[in-house]
């Protein structure tokens, strides 16, 4: 049976005083060595120590524990899944993650369809803090009634989010740019790959930016040209099937994420249909992988990693100092222009 290792024990087999072993564990690097720091790592790695979250909590009064719940809109979806099929998530996860670790604190994953499931999971957890991405603002008052702890918001719509720090782009005026994009490139005949408006306000938003630009254009609406599927790989190709179906007039599409418009362009390319001379695609997101493709994707990047970074920072700040406001930040979004879309 594997024995607890105390503080006490590294002190002894380190050489060093328990003070030490405390200051290095809690990362205050001005009040130990170097040659200290070193003696007490290889105690830990010989000892197998391994920090006890509860007794930290009781001793400290918190965790250093940061929760990240992303938007569980589908009965199929899980963290995992959303992690594994969208790069978006796994992107902002690098920006929040890189801003809490050089603030000594760690970072969980999870996601929720029921507000009271992640309040379980804050006090079986002993979280600090909480960063919610993508869900309504009503599933966060659900947890603000029953416990008080800060919370940073991702891409939250609403215009009151309470005390709540909250990082987001202007979704419909960044999508209109993508439309109007297309239309100064000379298309009328648009196109719509979305993710399903009925589980997510921002694709709503998405789509009313297409619907508007149109207008504004003067440009007739076509419901034939408006797709919704999941927001994948596979949802973008299976759209991309559709719109070859029909066999329609549609000269670009405008997808609602990168992952969508990679899809497409994989199933156009299976169908032997040239991107951009045949159609055009345009993305959004401007995830990493946009530029890496052939041909790369013209895109609107929102600059997901430093939604990331903020949404940590902020939340770090609001834990530190036991900040009671709430502040709105939204990040312009800027049009990418790369190969996937031809002017006519």
């Keep these: 049976m594997k024995r607890n290792v105390s503080i006490k024990t590294v002190a002894q087999e380190a050489g060093v005083s328990i003070a030490s072993v405390s200051n290095f564990l809690n990362n205050k690097k001005g009040k130990y060595t170097e040659e200290t720091g070193r003696k007490i790592m290889e105690a830990i790695k010989k000892l197998d120590y391994q920090v006890d979250i509860h007794a930290r909590v009781l001793a400290k009064g918190h965790s250093n ?17 959303l992690l594994k099929n969208n790069p978006f998530y796994s992107e902002l996860y690098d920006g929040i993650a890189h801003e809490a670790f050089t603030k000594n604190y760690d970072i969980i994953i999870s996601g929720f369809k029921k507000a009271d499931d992640c309040i379980s999971w804050i006090k079986q957890r002993k979280l600090d803090g909480v960063i919610i991405v993508g869900m309504p603002f009503s599933f966060v008052e659900e947890i603000l ?16 989010t309470g005390n709540c720090y909250n990082i987001k782009s202007d979704e419909e005026q960044a999508f209109s740019i993508s439309i109007q994009y297309l239309i100064d490139c000379g298309h009328k005949n648009i196109a719509l790959a979305t993710g399903f408006i009925s589980g997510s306000n921002i694709y709503k938003v998405r789509s009313n930016g297409y619907y508007e630009t149109l207008k504004n254009n003067h440009i007739k609406i076509n419901k034939d040209y408006c797709f919704q ?51 055009s695609i345009i993305g959004f997101d401007d995830l ?11 895109t609107i990047r929102q600059h997901i990693e430093k939604k990331g970074i903020l949404a940590a920072k902020n939340i770090i700040h609001k834990i530190d100092f036991k900040d009671t406001l709430g502040q709105t930040i939204i990040i312009p979004s800027e049009l990418i222009v790369r190969e996937t879309v031809k002017k006519i």
């Design 65 to 81: 524990l940061i929760g990240l719940v992303l938007p569980i809109t589908y009965s199929s979806s899980t963290s995992i899944t």
């Design 145 to 160: 009634k029953s416990i008080t702890i800060p919370i940073a918001l991702v891409d939250n719509l609403e215009k009151k």
């Design 229 to 279: 599927d999941y927001t994948s790989f596979d949802g973008g190709y299976r759209i991309g099937e559709k719109i070859l179906e029909n066999k329609n007039e549609v000269t670009a599409v405008a997808a609602s994420s990168d992952i969508m418009a990679l899809g497409l362009i994989r199933c156009f390319y299976d169908h032997q249909i040239k991107v951009p001379d045949d159609i």
């Design 288 to 298: 990493k992988i946009a530029s890496y493709i052939n041909p790369t994707l013209t």
